[in-house]
T-cell receptor, first 112, second 112 residues
């Protein structure tokens, strides 16, 4: 069965303190890995899709990387507005082509 | 313009009642989804429709019945509501299999 494990469950940073969030996955072949941001009371907002090991994508202070077993979301010099829950999801090869399996998320809090 | 919209945003009802949640997307996507997010924020797929055809039906009680009148709409009807149905329900859409999914704002269902 496909599994996605995110760590840590919660992370508290000071403004400007860079760090990384981890997403470990077990799938029978990876079609794609997705990162989402979710603010309280809102739906998940798409950030990145990664398709193959070694791939990297960046958006403002965020950079996502992918290996064969895990993905990292690096946050450089975070600001309080980066506070949110970050969700990772995998789209496996085979089985249902449409099903994403989500991790439980990392709640990031950035203090001013 | 809202890409994926849901109504209502909040729904409070008594046990045993029947209720519906509506979803509409104006992105021109072929695939739509219903997710349930529980109190621990875990996001789990319930159903998926592609071009009005049901393609994913996870282990969900048959009290839940999705209906897709056209590609832009996917509604969720719930019969005989139970306390355990209380959660946030998200609608999402994507262009095709493997594409990033775009989420609606969610419907918070509270069953008393």
């Amino acid at each position: 069965e496909d599994q996605v494990t995110q760590s840590p469950e919660a992370l508290r940073l000071q403004e400007g303190e860079s760090s990384s969030l981890n997403c470990s996955y077990t799938v029978s072949g990876l079609r794609g890995l997705f990162w989402y941001r979710q603010d309280p009371g809102k739906g998940p907002e798409f950030l990145f899709t990664l398709y193959s090991a070694g791939e990297e994508k960046e958006k403002e202070r965020l950079k996502a990387t992918l290996t064969k077993k895990e993905s990292f979301l690096h946050i450089t010099a975070p600001k309080p507005e980066d506070s949110a829950t970050y969700l990772c999801a995998v789209h496996p090869r085979g089985g249902s082509n449409y099903k994403l399996t989500f991790g439980k998320g990392t709640l990031l809090t950035v203090n001013p | 313009d809202t890409a994926v919209s849901q109504t209502p945003k909040y729904l409070v009802t008594q046990m045993g009642n029947d209720k519906s949640i509506k979803c509409e997307q104006n992105l021109g996507h072929d695939t739509m989804y219903w997710y349930k997010q529980d109190s621990k924020k875990f996001l789990k797929i319930m159903f998926s429709y592609n071009n009005k055809e049901l393609i994913i039906n996870e282990t969900v009680p048959n009290r839940f019945s999705p209906k897709s009148p056209d590609k832009a709409h996917l509604n969720l009807h719930i019969n005989s509501l139970e306390l355990g149905d209380s959660a946030v329900y998200f609608c999402a859409s994507s262009q095709d299999a493997g594409s990033s999914q775009f989420f609606g704002p969610g419907t918070r269902l509270t069953v008393l």
